[in-house]
C-alpha cells in the first residue's frame, strides 16, 4: 500500500514526512468503539453496534484500512453463491477525497474475485450523488431501484439505487 496522500507533495515531502504505509486488517470487536464514532460522523442513520457485531458474527467479510493508528475507511460484504453483496462502506470524514474509497473498493473486488465471485452488488441512497459517482468510476452501473429502502428524517423512507460490478 502506498503512503496517505498529501493534498501538495513532492519527492521530498513525502522522503521528509515518513506517513506510516496503509494497511488492511480483519474488523474486530476491539476497534468498534472506532468504527461506530466514525459510522455516526458520516452518516444521518448509521449502522449501529448490533448491526456490526451480528455482520461480524455472521462471517461477513469486514475489513478496516489502517495507516498507524488512524482508521481511514472500512467495508462489510456478504458473499453468496457467486456473488458479494458490499453492506457497508465508509471513508472516514477526514481522509475523504483522497482516494481512499477507491483502495477499499479495488480490496473489496480482489476479495471477492478470489471467492469465485462474478458480481458485486450495492445499494446506495438515491440522494448520494457522490457515492453514485464513485462507484460509476468504478465500473458499477445502475440496475435498478428499491423503493423506500432507507430511512430517513422524520419518519420517512429513501429510495435506494441498487448498482452492479461484472467481475
Do not use: C
Amino acid at each position: 500500500m502506498s503512503a496517505l496522500p498529501t493534498s501538495s507533495s513532492t519527492a521530498a515531502d513525502d522522503t521528509a514526512s515518513a506517513r506510516p504505509e496503509a494497511r488492511f486488517e480483519a474488523l474486530t470487536l476491539a476497534q468498534l468503539d472506532a468504527v461506530l464514532s466514525v459510522e455516526q460522523r458520516a452518516y444521518s442513520h448509521p449502522w449501529t453496534r448490533g448491526n456490526f457485531t451480528d455482520a461480524l458474527a455472521s462471517g461477513y467479510q469486514a475489513q478496516v484500512l489502517m495507516a498507524g493508528d488512524h482508521l481511514l475507511g472500512y467495508f462489510v460484504a456478504m458473499m453468496g453463491v457467486d456473488e458479494v453483496h458490499l453492506l457497508n462502506i465508509t471513508v472516514t470524514p477526514e481522509f475523504q477525497r483522497q482516494g481512499w474509497a477507491r483502495v477499499l473498493l479495488d480490496a473489496l473486488a480482489l476479495w471477492s474475485r478470489g471467492r469465485g465471485a462474478q458480481w458485486l452488488w450495492l445499494e446506495v441512497r438515491a440522494s448520494n450523488l457522490r457515492a453514485q459517482a464513485i462507484y460509476q468510476a468504478h465500473g458499477f452501473r445502475r440496475v435498478g431501484d428499491r423503493k423506500r429502502y432507507y430511512p430517513a428524517d422524520q419518519g420517512q423512507r429513501e429510495d435506494a439505487v441498487v448498482m452492479s460490478l461484472g467481475l
